[in-house]
């Protein structure tokens, strides 16, 4: 990364001082503008958050909230914030599951950290059971306080750490996870500083212990999966693994044509393929 | 009864008569704006930008949502990343858009009729505000002459109490 020459820094912040803090964390100086636009505009105390901002704290974590789809999703230190990634795969599911005919499904979230990906899913399907897991207490308080923040009501939180509990898994017509999926070396290499320092590595750092689990464990309980993915690798060890003749799976690219989800559902089920149809490319 | 009816009906004639033909522009009711519709929703292709290469996913948190819509047909081109909701981004982009395609098929007038409407109420606010001042300099004036004239007065008996 380049670095930021004092002399640009003195000129961003001969405008206004607050966006010579933010220049260095946010790169560009349209970037910082627009950051403290947004910062101004959440009414909380503007120089006490540029000074957060400049110590490189996530800026979901100074002003305490993440927008999610319709929904506000509170954000806390040791809970992963929901990426625009994970919005935009779970809106598109949301959707999809809500022009089907199955109205009440009965849906698990695996690693739900804020409780994101469990509560929009809520919010769609009204009539869907939806059960949020995870193995942080931080997580399991925080989805309690999101449900109340967005009034979103039963949905059944709890804490298990589905890699070592041997408690049998829950039935359900969908299994959605957003497992950490960075593996060790990458996490040096690739993780920019903000997230490496402010966001809990429980949340980040894992190979394929969540993507075996879902092989094993999980299809065994379940009609569709979607999980999402940082490497196209991970998808290709989930259909690999899976068996192909009832099973069919595939993998969705976010709007950056990343591969970002690797998702399934039973090929004899006609409902779920009109369903899924053209949320992907089938690889299997 | 009727009487007085009749001429309260006068007076407020009169009234308007006097006062200034220009309608003044109320802030709760300005001409609406252009609608979005369902058509122009077809005729447009929504694109979010997240700034290309790099690292996706968990390896970064990055907060802005740029929403950027492009109308097909007159290749106008809007984004918008004013807040860090995509879903309000989206909402913000079309009204933007459906602003910009009422000035592409209206190219006369430089502006819609709202942005003018708004136009006109900030000039009558600043009007507004000047007859006040201009009012209140004008009290304040009387004022001080009075006190002067009673200051005057009152040092004029106190001369002939002498």
Known sequence: ?284 | MIHTRASEIAVMNVRWLCSTTLRLVKKNKLPPRPKFTKEMEAQCEEKFLHGGRGPGGQKINKCNSKVQLKHLETGIVVTCQETRSRESNRKIAREKMALEIARYLNPDSSTDARTEALQRWVVQGKRAKEKKSKLKYAKHEEERQSKQQESLRRDAAIIESL
């Open chain 1, 1 to 284: 990364m380049p670095r930021i020459s004092p002399a640009m820094i003195r000129k961003v912040a001969s405008y206004d001082p607050l966006l010579g803090l933010l220049l260095p964390v946010c790169r560009t100086a349209e970037a910082a503008r627009q950051e403290l636009h947004w910062i101004r505009n959440e009414g909380a105390s503007v120089q006490r958050a540029c000074a957060l901002r400049a110590r490189s704290v996530p800026l979901q974590y100074v002003l305490g909230s993440q927008p999610f789809g319709e929904l506000e999703i509170l954000c806390k230190r040791n809970v992963l914030i929901p990426r625009w990634e994970t919005e935009e795969w779970a809106s598109e599911l949301a959707a999809r599951w809500q022009t089907s005919r199955v109205t009440a499904p009965t849906v698990v979230d695996l690693c739900t950290g804020t409780g994101c990906v469990a509560l929009l899913l809520k919010r769609a399907l009204p009539r869907a059971q939806v059960t949020a897991i995870d193995c942080s207490p931080f997580a399991i308080a925080l989805v309690t306080k999101n449900l109340h923040h967005n009034d979103i009501r039963d949905v059944t939180v709890l804490q298990r750490d589905i890699l070592r509990d041997d408690r049998p898994a829950i039935a359900a017509d969908l299994v959605v996870c957003n497992p950490p999926y960075i593996p060790r070396d990458a996490f040096v290499r690739d993780v920019t500083t903000s997230v490496k320092m402010y966001e809990p590595r429980l949340a980040l750092v894992a190979d394929k212990e969540f993507y075996t689990n879902l092989c094993d464990v999980w299809l065994r309980h379940t009609r569709s999966f979607v999980y999402e993915i940082g490497d196209i690798s991970q998808a290709h060890f989930v259909a690999d693994r899976i068996s192909a003749t009832t099973w069919s799976v595939g993998i969705r690219r976010d709007s950056n044509g990343k591969p970002r989800v690797v998702y399934g559902f039973k090929t004899d089920d006609v409902q779920l393929n009109k369903l899924y149809d053209g949320f992907g490319y089938l690889v299997r």
